[in-house]
């Protein structure tokens, strides 16, 4: 069973910066395609930004320029650096992982830009 925590949610203010990270205890975690998404209240789940076991990156275009993918695979962790904060950004952010075949979840952190 594969286990995902996020860590390093929280309040900002508009244009400020936040880092969220995401550990994970699995053993393939050099394997995995590794991934952020975020749900706002009332919204859909959406796909933020995902990163390959070889380090290829992409990112939904409402993000790009402002956040960052990374991992590092000795440290089995993810973190997603977040950049010139819009409200709408906020959301809950969940980390996912997918290997072999297999989705898995963390509990996700919110984050919350205030204007």
């Known amino acids: 069973q594969v286990q995902l925590v996020e860590s390093g949610g929280g309040l900002v203010q508009l244009g400020g910066s936040l880092n969220v990270s995401c550990a994970a205890s699995?053993?393939?975690?050099?394997?995995?395609?590794m991934s952020w998404y975020r749900q706002a209240l009332g919204k859909p789940r959406e796909l933020v930004a995902t990163?390959?076991?070889?380090?290829?990156?992409n990112y939904q275009e409402r993000v790009k320029g402002r956040f960052t993918i990374s991992r590092d695979n000795t440290k089995s962790t993810v973190s997603l650096q977040m950049n010139s904060l819009k409200p709408e950004d906020t959301a809950v952010y969940y980390c996912?992982?997918?290997?072999?075949?297999?989705?898995?979840w963390g509990q996700g952190t919110q984050v919350t830009v205030s204007s």
């Open positions: 996912n992982s997918w290997v072999m075949g297999k989705d898995y």
């Open positions: 990163i390959s076991p070889s380090g290829h990156v």
């Open positions: 699995e053993t393939f975690f050099s394997l995995a395609i």
